[in-house]
Structures are given as C-alpha cells and as structure tokens.
C-alpha cells in the first residue's frame, strides 16, 4: 500500500496509545491514522488505553484522507474477526457525520398525513381517516379510544402496622380458643348435673316405691290381725250365748219338776 485511499482495509499495528485515540502504523507507507475513541468501538469509549495495547494488530478502515495528509481510521465498520466490511455503502459513517453535525436533533423527517387528512371516510362520512380505520360500526355504533390511566401507586404498608395486625390476630385466636374451652367446661358441667340430678329422681323413686311396699305390708297385716280379732269376739259372744240359753234351760227345767 503506497498511498492511503478512502474505504480500504488493512491490518495494522498500534503504535501508541492516547486517551483520545490510538495511532496505527499503515503498512507499506511510513505514515500512522488516528483511530479517534468514537470510532474504537460501537459502544461508548472513555479510554482509548482500556481498550487498545501498544505493539497489538486490528483491523482498520481508512475513512477520510485529509490535504495535509492525515489519515481518519475506525474499527468498529470492521469485523475484527476476518476483516470484512461491515459498511460497504458508507451509510452508518454518513449518519455520525450528521450526528456530529447536528447532535440534538433527530435524523427521522416528520412524516406528513396530509393526503390522509384531507379525505373522508366513506362509513361515517367524516374527514381525517379511512374506512379502514374507523371505528363505527355497520349499526350505526361509534367507538372511541380511552385514554390511558396511571396505576395509583398503592402505599406499602408500614412494618408497625404490619405487627399491629399481626398481634390483634394473635389475641383474636387466643379469645376464640378461651371462650371455646369455656363452653366445653360449661357443657360438661350442665351435662354432670344433669346425670347427677337423674340419679338423685332415680334414688327418690326407688325409696318411694320401697315406703309403699312397706306401707302396704303393715296395712295387710293390720287388717289380717282385727280380722282375727273380731273372729274370736265373734266367738266368745255365740259362746257367752250359748252358756246364757243352756242356764235359762236348766231353770225352765227345775221350775216343772216342782
């Protein structure tokens, strides 16, 4: 290579190192490029030194040649790899000369609906869209777009209150679980007393019915025994008569004798 020219290719040797950029020995001539640090790589380069040694071999890409004979290189429009351009047509250099040119403006032309908005829509038969893209309906129905709403940004719940909470469940379960085995004790006991209460009527009726037996045995033996009673008075009086009539006899007797 005796002279540099726009858009050739080559693998090159790092002379030396800046924190601007890095120069790189052209082989075949005695000249050196500038490889700037925006042009090191496609990602955003502080240090050049971090990036490239002394004495190492990339590929690079001439691309500018300057009147006073200083020559523009860049690697990142170069695979590193086999050396292969990856910017034949100049494209991607034209835009960072723009870029560079006008930095705070967009590249991207405003696009312009004029055409679009002087026509009518041939289903609602206003001006400013197409029948594509209307939103009527064939029944005569229009829709519109909602805008969109930010989500409320809910509060995190604070860890107090989450503790606060916590402890009122805690005495919450602990309540129910007293008030339950309450009502079990107090069940148990109504239960107990009314067993015990069934067994007291058990005992009173099982002594009644003894007392009647009783009663009734004394009253059998009572009537047993005047029954007796009057038998023998009954007895004694047929007795007492029979001893009267047999004495009036005897007398009646004595008198006809006479």
Known sequence: MTKCELNQIFLGEVASVQNYGAFVRIPGTPQQGLIHRTQVSTAHVDNVAEVLQKGERVWCKVISVGEDGKVGLSMKYVNQGNGT???????????????????????????????????TCAKCG???????????SPDGKKYELIPEIEEESIPEPNSENTEKKAEKKCKSKKKKRKSKRSKQSTDDSDTEDKERSKKKKKKFS??????????????????????????????????EDHETRTKKCKHSKTKHSD
């Open 85 to 119: 351009d990856l910017d034949p047509n100049g494209v991607e250099l034209q835009r960072d000369v723009q870029r560079k040119k006008n930095p705070g403006m967009t590249q991207r032309k405003v696009i312009q609906l004029e055409a679009v908005l002087n026509t």
């Open 126 to 136: 206003t001006r400013g869209h197409l029948a594509k893209d209307c939103f009527m």
């Open 206 to 239: 099982k002594e009644r019915k003894k007392h009647r037996k009783k009663c009734s045995n004394s009253s059998s033996d009572s009537s047993d025994s005047s029954l007796s009673d009057n038998v023998k008075a009954h007895k004694r009086k047929r007795s």
